[in-house]
């Protein structure tokens, strides 16, 4: 009997430090970690060449053009009834459309088994809700990445900051609805 546990016990004192070496290495940046900054400057056109709009929010509070829409697009076509089909994999872009410009918060790229969602807001700033934050979810088979971009009306741009990435990892489900 024991001759058969000494095995697997040698299976788990080996196993064990690989799988926590593994985990450390995808785990997101701590709060000690300067995060990457980056800014997204207007263009003067977008290629849209086979892209169908999924979800928009027009209406938009933002200082710098009241007729300012986000819109996010995926290359997919449409069933009878309207409904989205995906393949496994599409191309995405997500843009914030301005009167003097579009600022591409995710430039068109193709994700495999993956998805780009938008949470989009105003923060209040002393004076009024005035700081325009597009929080943008990449969610992939293999992993998670989250970053926010905040329009800077002194730089006419938006800056952008990760929040959180995850890779190598299995993913399940959501709750989509």
């Not at 997101?28 to 900054?37: L, M, Q």
């Not at 800077?152 to 929040?163: G, H, L, M, R």
Request: net charge negative; hydrophobic share 40%.
């Amino acid at each position: 009997m024991k001759n058969r546990i000494i095995p697997y016990a040698l299976l788990l004192f080996i196993t064990i430090p690989l799988l926590v070496s593994c985990q450390q290495n995808s785990k997101p940046p701590t709060s000690d970690e300067e995060p990457i900054v980056e800014w997204i400057t207007s263009v003067d056109s977008i290629d849209l060449d086979g892209m169908n709009l999924i979800s928009q929010t027009d209406n938009l509070y933002f200082v710098a053009d009241s007729n300012a829409k986000i819109s996010l697009y995926v290359r997919a076509e449409k069933n009878d009834d309207g409904e989205f089909v995906f393949d496994d994999g599409q191309d995405w872009l997500l843009v914030v459309e301005t009167s003097f410009g579009y600022f591409p918060l995710f430039p068109r790229a193709y994700l495999q088994l993956g998805r780009i969602d938008y949470t989009v807001f105003n923060a209040y700033s002393g004076n009024a809700y005035d700081i325009f934050h597009v929080l943008v979810t990449k969610t992939q088979g293999a992993g998670i990445e989250m970053y926010e971009a905040i329009f800077n009306s002194d730089e006419q741009a938006f800056q952008v900051t990760p929040v959180y990435q995850y890779k190598n990892i299995n993913y399940m489900g959501s709750s989509d609805y």
